[in-house]
T-cell receptor, first 117, second 109 residues
Framework: GAVVSQHPSRVICKSGTSVKIECRSLDFQATTMFWYRQFPKQSLMLMATSNEGSKATYEQGVEKDKFLINHASLTLSTLTVTSAHPEDSSFYIC?????????????FGPGTRLTVL | GQNIDQPTEMTATEGAIVQINCTYQTSGFNGLFWYQQHAGEAPTFLSYNVLDGLEEKGRFSSFLSRSKGYSYLLLKELQMKDSASYLCAVATAGNKLTFGGGTRVLVKP
């Protein structure tokens, strides 16, 4: 149980285009989903916290107009990288917390490798 | 601010024991997690400590001292497949996780 999927797993796009990444909890309802970015040989950096039915909360330094997050249901959150540039190339990972569970554990998706040419 | 420190790299021999230390200074504390991450993959959960003491789970054990802001992950009977990055993460307010820089462990034959 507690499986999180991401789609696509890899995407290559041209500079200036927008890319949408989906994060789904497959067998549970997720109150909260988180979006992380990881550059090569670095750790995960939290970008934003996504709550179902409300606006996402962004971490300091993360542009909300560039990284659009929509948490439309208890099983789906999307991250759209708008007007992508080469510096946005990174490994994007989502995670989800199980609804109504006090335990803080987050379940991670397999990640999406974004390459912007 | 949040500050979580762990060594960058460690090397150990197959069959040996390795201890990865993590020190933290955070505003708020709701528990400490250890994750394993192989290159290009998502982190997988190893352990969770919220109270002081040792949690043992098979070959992996994790220790926490909240008063010292200190944790360690102990890997016993190292196997080649244990070569990976090990991430220390502290849960703070809002159930957010703040990650340390990760420790790359290389297991040699």
């Amino acid at each position: 149980g507690a499986v999180v999927s991401q789609h696509p797993s890899r995407v290559i796009c041209k500079s200036g285009t927008s890319v949408k990444i989906e994060c789904r909890s497959l067998d549970f309802q997720a109150t909260t989903m988180f979006w992380y970015r990881q550059f090569p040989k670095q750790s995960l950096m939290l970008m934003a916290t996504s709550n179902e039915g409300s606006k996402a909360t962004y971490e300091q330094g993360v542009e909300k107009d560039k990284f659009l997050i929509n948490h439309a249901s208890l099983t789906l959150s999307t991250l759209t990288v708008t007007s992508a540039h080469p510096e946005d190339s990174s490994f994007y990972i989502c995670s989800a917390r199980i609804r109504d569970r006090a335990f803080n554990e987050q379940f991670f998706g397999p990640g999406t490798r974004l390459t912007v040419l | 601010g949040q500050n979580i420190d762990q060594p960058t790299e460690m090397t150990a021999t197959e069959g040996a024991i390795v201890q990865i230390n993590c020190t933290y200074q955070t505003s708020g504390f709701n528990g400490l997690f250890w994750y394993q991450q192989h290159a290009g993959e998502a982190p997988t959960f190893l352990s969770y400590n919220v109270l002081d003491g040792l949690e043992e789970k098979g070959r992996f054990s994790s220790f926490l001292s909240r008063s010292k802001g200190y944790s360690y992950l102990l890997l016993k009977e190292l196997q080649m497949k244990d070569s990976a990055s090990y991430l220390c993460a502290v849960a703070t307010a809002g159930n957010k996780l703040t990650f340390g820089g990760g420790t790359r462990v290389l297991v040699k034959p």
